[in-house]
């Protein structure tokens, strides 16, 4: 272990918790290295670009999540007028401007997203004094440090301050993005994919990641959302397409041993939701647990995949440059981003 500022005396079992430093605040972000890097633009044979975003007004209404709803896109004021194709000869005369500006409330999770390490922590005994307490990746304390008014986004705990969205976006997110086409093998049907069948489509379709990598898996389910034209199927949304069994232990331990620096999926939570619920305390979110608590791993949700893995698929490759930072706003638990993948 390094020495530094050690915020436990105890960390959860399967963690990587002072691995990269007891201030680390980047977790398997360290993986992607400068040799890393330029292991992925050595990917770029072709100099195509997919974007891997839905637009941001998807998947439509709040079935998928009820607390989550679609961006609000307003003008803004400008002398007690909407500023929308104001005619600036009204306050300059001879003026030919004619200006747009405008102004967006966003649900920062409700589309194409990452999910920061401050997303998901853990009701903890990090400090060895038999009473769990809130901690996050590294055992940064999820406490609130600075009181503010509900609203002003100014309030934040030491845990969104230290492994907010905008320490990813400080860091930048590039590197390579390594595609395992689920769709292809399962089709649009649900399964709940454990370790040992993930591993029987990467071994069918040659795919093998290695450290520092981003591993991304297509289950056609940003695909579907396309499809309803942000009238989703409020029953079938939460029936279609793969996801990952976060409950199996090989899986995550094979997560954990793989060295991947992110995962992200076209999916909603990666996982399944709801997760089997075993006896005892447990999380709900266990892959969320296990990646953003335990391995200060990045997780992504709702990317669209499928043309990109389409277009893999027929030219037999699997690896790619993926460049996907998020927005740099500081105490932000996740971001809307707008993934380039380059081929």
């Known amino acids: 272990m390094t020495t530094g500022t050690r915020r436990w005396t105890q960390r959860p079992a399967g963690s990587n918790w002072g691995d990269f430093g007891d201030d680390d605040q980047l ?115 999820g406490g609130v440090e600075i009181p503010k008014p509900v609203g002003t986004g100014e309030s934040m705990s030491s845990a969104t ?13 590039q590197g390579r993005g390594v595609m395992v086409d689920l769709r292809a093998h399962c089709g649009d049907a649900r399964e709940v994919i454990g370790h040992d069948r993930l591993m029987e489509i990467m071994r069918a379709d040659g795919v093998s990641v290695e450290t520092g990598d981003i591993l991304c898996l297509h289950t056609g389910f940003s695909q ?19 996801t990952l069994d976060g409950r199996d232990q090989k899986l995550l331990k094979w997560i954990s041993d793989s060295g991947i620096a992110a995962l992200v999926a076209d999916n909603y939570a990666v996982e399944q939701i709801p997760a089997d619920k075993p006896p005892g305390r447990c999380a709900t979110l266990p892959l969320h647990e296990h990646c953003l608590f335990k391995l200060g791993m990045p997780l992504g949700e709702i990317w669209h995949l499928t043309e990109l893995a389409g277009h893999l698929r027929a030219a037999r490759r699997s690896r790619f440059l993926l460049t996907a930072p998020p927005l740099r706003l500081p105490g932000a638990v996740g971001s809307p981003v707008t993934p380039i993948a380059t081929v």
């Open 27 to 141: 977790g398997r972000l360290n993986l992607i290295t400068p040799e890393r890097r330029r292991a992925a633009a050595a990917e770029v044979i072709e100099g195509l670009s997919f974007c891997l975003s839905l637009p941001l007004d998807y998947p439509g209404g709040n079935a998928l999540n009820p607390r989550r709803h679609p961006p609000r896109l307003r003008p803004t004021s400008r002398g007690g007028l909407p500023n929308w194709m104001f005619e600036v000869s009204s306050e300059t005369p001879d003026a030919t401007d004619v200006m747009c500006d405008d102004m967006a409330t966003l649900w920062l999770q409700y589309s194409t997203q990452w999910d920061s390490l401050a997303h998901a922590g853990s009701s903890f005994d990090a400090n060895g004094d038999g009473r769990p307490e809130t901690v996050f990746y590294n055992g940064y304390r």
């Open 161 to 173: 301050r230290a492994l907010g969205i905008d320490v990813i976006a400080r860091h930048g997110v």
């Open 224 to 242: 579907r959302l396309l499809d309803w034209k942000r009238e989703p199927d409020a029953q079938a949304i939460h029936s279609i397409c793969a």
